[in-house]
């Protein structure tokens, strides 16, 4: 193993791998071609390493013995270029992280429902006492949490990006929730390259390990016909079934494992949806795969509130009831948040697209929504779209903007539903900044 880590981008990622290339005895650069936001640059200052902003030296660069990227950062990029041309590795914060520890790793990707997923198995977890972590896409860094040295599990959102980067990384549980089109400005606008990635999270399992998959997604079935998986298999689904895994039958959440059955029944589940069945049942797997109590699983689930900015109850005010679904930033995660609306919806959508097609939603839109505000700089697709199937759309450039307008368009009993199926990055930090924004502004009415 060379000593010398470049790490380029100093986001959560970035800064984490640091710490821990110090603590294992590397000589660390950092390099950041954007400004280094103050909270990360005290970090490495506090730890005295060699850093620089707003360019990438090549000369430090090209000198490394192995290279973290940033999931942000594009192989395009012409500094990933140049390390590729000259041979050098260029690992995922995940790739290098799990090569110093031990512990028993659950990693769980997809589309949609990661985020939720994670959150629920980490809780699962927790309330059975096991000493854990949660982190990848989410919260603290992998890096360093496995620096800090304290967790014998960890709980790791994992995405595509992070998953573009590994040789080696292989969780002992992997869980695929779903895979439909998302990113694929990163992946030449090719499925079949964001489907092998999404895949990656399994290709290092051995028979000893377990992959827990959606059976009722057609993408990833497709895919298993095709290509054979080391580890044992534990799918669930909410339409038939399954000799050894998790499906609903009469109400209730049924999971099978060689050794042992657990039954749940829905309707004490605080999350809603078919979607958050889904995750609910792959939580309930590893939990039932690591032998915690039944009894454990159950309170646990019943106690679950969700995420943040993941179809979010704010505020009812007169009688509208207003929901945050910022972090549905593709196509596929408003569907399931359009899907789940019970009352005529005033929609606000827009931001970045990321080659989205919106057919899917037609049914839905046609069915359930009485207005569309558009939320981005360049709405034309959403206008195209929708605007013969909505007898109103209005466009708008800020949160407040569109809040307002939403407030006028809606009666008694109605639902204002942000779910903008688009990424942020035109008037927002990120998907938690426009979440924020939102609930704000509806504060603020």
Known sequence: MGKRLVILGAGE????????????GFEVFVSDFGKIKENYKQVLLHHEMDWEEGRHTESKILNADLVMKSPGIPDKAPIVQKLLQAGIKVISEIEFAATYTQAMIIGITGSNGKTTTATLTFKLLKDAELNVALGGNIGMSFAQQVADGHYENYVLEISSFQLDGIEHFKPNIAVLTNITP?????????????IASKFNITKNQGPEDYFIYDADDPVIENWLSSHSIAAKKFPFSLERKMERGAYIEDKKIVIKTEY??????????????????????????VATLLK??????????????????????????????????????NVNATYYALESMETPTVWIVGGVDKGNNYADLLPLVNEKVKAII?????????????????????????????????????????TVLLSPACASFDLFENYEDRGRQFKNAVRNL
């Open 374 to 414: 558009c939320l981005g700089v360049d709405n034309d697709k959403i206008i195209d779209a929708f605007g013969n199937v909505v007898d109103m759309m209005v466009e708008t450039e800020s949160m407040n903007d569109a809040v307002q307008v939403a407030y006028r368009l809606t009666e008694k009993g109605d």
């Open 292 to 329: 915690i109590r039944k009894e454990t699983i159950r309170q646990s689930l019943e106690s679950f509130q969700g995420v943040e900015h993941r179809l979010e109850k704010v505020l009812k005010i007169n009688n509208v009831t207003y929901i945050n679904d910022s972090k549905a930033t």
């Open 260 to 285: 042992n059955s657990f039954t749940m029944p829905t309707t004490n589940l605080e999350l809603t949806g078919n979607h958050n069945l889904k995750n609910a049942m792959a939580a309930s797997m």
């Open 13 to 24: 990622s970035g800064v984490g791998t640091a710490i821990l290339g110090i603590k294992e």
């Open 182 to 194: 998302d990113h694929l400005d990163r992946y030449d606008y090719n499925f079949e390259n964001y």
